[in-house]
């Protein structure tokens, strides 16, 4: 069984590579094929198209080379004064492309009489299956479907112009039934079928007037209310009108709200990267939540949320006062009230207080020990407008934790 089975696979396989090499020679064979039909040796010409021509019409593509064959045999057959069967390889030539044109200088007049009563009777036979088929989506009311019959044939049909005007009709009645229910999306598209059908509808024109008119009217309604919503941080509602707003309004007025929403998510961003940067997870988790707030659809700022990712938080830098000190930019001096400076009796004092240095330089002090506990307001409210350069570590700005011994000396004790 297992034999068989290698093979029957054999077999299949050999036969795909057979199929596929038949493929590549089929350029090779019109050319040998064209050879032979100019030495007069026409049935030889036939013999190797009809075999071309029957490996190509089961493929869904290769169009050109279905027409070089069909074109060939036709020229063959008509080389041997055989017109009918010409003919027949004519017509099936423009069923495959209704707007090929013989070339009146490259082909004798006998081809290009041939080759246009073919046209007009394939022509004959499309119209009559466009004409049919059209009639048929009338009967179910499908106006839309007899627009894509009609539109490409319109020109060339000429039994076509009523049933085009009959469709026209049938969708301005199913637009003005979607007007009346306020659906106003559906009933533009309904009077843009009829208007292409029948770019002379009256009472579709109208009604698409009308129609767009409300349509500007709610989108502007829309737009100020996503805006009141949305400069007043209530994103949730803001979203919802969003979405309306994606139905009744143009891709300009869209644009320009979707690029409000750009900005604001770039600041959100931002800020969250800093917050990581500072290890502050508090923040980071507000401003998250603000972020999945704010979005209405995530393709609005993918590219931006995707920044959020880099970030990689793993805490402060913990640093000696020393190595501290050697970053500090500039530095305010605490002003003591003379009420203070009154009840101080020792000086120096040495205070001790821990600093958090931001990623960009800034301090929060905290937690002063020793000395005196009157001099600890004015103390932190001094070292809070410190200033430090930026730590970097691996090209990142990092926050920086330490602690300060403070000597405080007052003058005039």
């Known amino acids: 069984m297992y034999r068989k089975f290698l093979a029957l696979l054999f077999v299949v396989s050999l036969g795909q590579v057979t199929w596929s090499a038949s493929f590549d020679e089929v350029s090779e064979t019109l050319a040998r094929a064209e050879a032979l039909y100019y030495e007069a040796d026409f049935n030889k010409s036939i013999e190797l198209l009809l075999r071309v021509d029957k490996l190509l019409q089961p493929q869904a593509d290769h169009l050109q080379d279905k027409v070089?064959?069909?074109?060939?045999?036709?020229?063959?057959?008509?080389?041997?004064?055989?017109?009918?069967?010409?003919?027949?390889?004519l017509r099936e030539l423009y069923a495959l492309d209704p707007d090929y044109v013989v070339d009146t200088q490259r082909f004798s007049p006998k081809v290009v009489v041939l080759a246009e009563q073919a046209k007009t009777e394939q022509d004959e036979v499309r119209c009559r299956t466009v004409g049919s088929d059209a009639e048929r989506q009338l009967g179910m009311g499908n106006a839309e479907a007899v627009m894509r019959l009609v539109g490409p044939n319109q020109g060339k049909c000429a039994g076509l112009a009523s049933i085009a005007a009959s469709a026209a009709d049938l969708a301005t009645k199913a637009g003005i039934d979607a007007y009346k229910k306020g659906e106003m999306v559906d009933a533009v598209e309904k009077f843009r079928t009829a208007l292409q059908l029948n770019s002379a509808h009256e009472l579709a024109t109208q009604y698409m007037e009308l129609t767009q008119s409300k349509l500007q009217l709610n989108a502007e309604r829309v737009l100020l209310e996503w805006r009141k919503d949305f400069d007043g941080g209530e994103f949730v509602l803001a979203a919802t009108a969003y979405r309306r707003l994606v139905s009744v309004?143009?891709?300009?007025?869209?644009?320009?709200?979707?690029?409000?929403y750009r900005k604001t998510l770039t600041d959100l961003v931002e800020s969250w990267n800093e917050a990581c940067a500072n290890n502050d997870a508090s923040t980071m988790e507000k401003i998250r939540l603000r972020v999945t707030e704010l979005l209405p659809e995530p393709s609005i700022g993918e590219d931006i949320l995707a920044k959020m990712t880099t970030c990689t938080s793993t805490g402060c830098i913990q640093m000696n006062p020393q190595l501290a000190l050697a970053r500090l930019r500039s530095r305010v001096d605490p002003d003591f009230s003379?009420?203070?400076?009154?009840?101080?009796?020792?000086?120096?004092?040495?205070?001790?207080?821990?600093?958090?240095?931001?990623?960009?330089?800034?301090?929060?002090?905290?937690?002063?020990?020793?000395?005196?506990?009157?001099?600890?307001?004015?103390?932190?409210?001094?070292?809070?407008?410190?200033?430090?350069?930026?730590?970097?570590?691996?090209?990142?700005?990092?926050?920086?934790?330490?602690?300060?011994?403070?000597?405080?000396?007052?003058?005039?004790?």
């Open 68 to 89: 070089s064959v069909k074109l060939q045999l036709a020229l063959a057959y008509i080389g041997l004064n055989d017109n009918a069967h010409g003919k027949v390889y």
């Open 338 to 413: 003379p009420t203070v400076r009154s009840q101080i009796k020792v000086s120096p004092i040495t205070v001790r207080v821990k600093l958090r240095i931001s990623a960009t330089g800034d301090v929060s002090a905290s937690e002063p020990q020793g000395g005196n506990a009157l001099l600890y307001s004015a103390l932190l409210n001094a070292v809070d407008r410190w200033k430090f350069s930026p730590a970097i570590v691996q090209g990142e700005a990092r926050c920086v934790d330490t602690e300060i011994p403070i000597v405080i000396t007052l003058k005039g004790n």
């Open 249 to 260: 309004s143009g891709p300009a007025a869209i644009n320009q709200v979707r690029a409000e």
